[in-house]
């Protein structure tokens, strides 16, 4: 049976809120368990340190995402499960791509162009506060992806230039020093539920309207009670269109469920009876594995045990295929 490599890493920066276990992190277990994928999972702390200059942070999101995505039930025995900084192969490629990706390929990325841009527009010199690092991102992207011959690279639609780039970093070193790089492909799932937030816009950090993932229970149900609806009073019918606290409940909710919340709004259900529903069918879902990621986070050096034993297996298969990328180039032993 040939499998398919399939690959995603996660920028270790924040904390999971909902919209990433809906949109990312679940999807992306269950797709784990098909024995045709052969899955690669990482934390990609490297790229953290691109956009976070506080350690604690990292450190700390490190911790909370490995103990997220256990938790929730990918089993590191079926997939491999990494951090970057685990796999100083993939640094040392970076470094051999870096030499030869054209510089002008840099220049067209969409994040590097906004903040020059943003500069432009604020007056400011073009490259204030541009990092090499924001700068070669694309490339550390591409060597974590081509490392490990990755097929298929599940992303949101931001990342799929960078996908792209990939490809071309890839085939032009296949040109110059022979076949032996995949050129991966970017899924983009277009059906993906994107979660709102609290205000009705994308769960996102940056609008600062996020659910965590991890609140206690009555954090939670807090959390969830200050989803904004509007005026209606009970007994008045309400629209499932309308706000974000029917797409929220519905991204949990069975078919059968949905229905039944459905005909609730229209019979003129209250909003704070209807939150309570809403928090009580989230709260069922993850209540378990939020017993386990408690005990993860309490217990950093299991999860680092964890990190370790999947970086062995990364390192197997990274280590083979950088031998053949350096001997390619010519960093061979003069014996
Ligand atoms: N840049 C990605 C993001 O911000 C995270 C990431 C880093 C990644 N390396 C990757 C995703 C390799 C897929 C493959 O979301």
């Keep these: 049976m040939t499998q398919t490599t399939v690959l995603t ?9 909902l919209g990433n276990y809906v949109g990312a992190i679940k999807p992306a277990i269950r797709a784990s368990r098909d024995a045709q ?3 690669f999972f990482f934390l990609a702390d490297y790229h953290a340190l691109i956009k976070c200059e506080d350690p604690e942070r990292v450190r ?8 997220t995505w256990l938790a929730l039930g990918l089993d590191p025995d079926a997939v491999t499960f990494y951090r970057q900084s685990d796999v100083p192969e993939i640094t040392e490629l970076t470094w051999i791509l870096t030499c030869s990706t054209a510089k002008g390929l840099m220049n067209r990325a969409h994040a590097y162009k906004a903040a020059v841009q943003d500069n432009v527009d604020a007056g400011e010199d073009p490259d204030h506060a541009i990092t090499m690092g924001l700068f070669s991102y694309p490339v550390l992207m591409a060597a974590d992806i081509l490392m490990f011959n990755a097929h298929k690279v599940p ?9 792209e780039m990939a490809r071309d970093i890839a085939a032009r070193f296949n040109h110059r020093y022979g076949e032996l790089f995949v050129l991966p492909e970017a899924v983009v799932e277009e059906h993906v539920a994107t979660l709102p937030g609290h205000d009705g816009r ?13 609140l206690p229970e009555k954090k939670l149900r807090k959390s969830i009670m200050k989803i904004v609806t509007n005026s ?21 909710a069975s078919a059968d469920q949905r229905d039944e919340m459905r005909r609730a709004f229209a019979d003129g259900i209250a909003w704070g009876q ?3 529903q809403v928090f009580e069918l989230i709260n069922d879902e993850l209540s378990d594995a939020r ?14 045990a964890e990190l370790k034993k999947g970086a062995e297996k990364a390192r197997a298969s990274a280590g083979a295929l950088l031998d053949k990328v350096r001997a390619a180039v010519g960093i061979r032993s003069l014996g």
Excluded: C
Excluded at 60 to 67: D, P
Excluded at 235 to 248: H, S, T
């Design 60 to 67: 700390q999101s490190t911790l909370e995402i490995a103990a």
């Design 37 to 39: 994928t052969a899955s």
């Design 274 to 276: 209807a939150k309570q």
């Design 9 to 17: 890493g996660i920028t270790t920066t924040g904390t999971p809120h």
């Design 155 to 163: 992303v949101g639609r931001d990342q799929v230039q960078h996908l």
């Design 232 to 252: 209606l009073e009970p007994g008045e019918p309400k629209d499932p269109g309308e706000g974000a606290l029917f797409p929220i409940f519905a991204a949990f």
């Design 202 to 214: 994308k769960m996102s950090k940056s609008y600062n309207n996020t659910i965590p993932l991890w």
């Design 291 to 304: 017993e386990r990621y408690e005990a993860l986070v309490a217990d950093p050096g299991a999860v680092e």
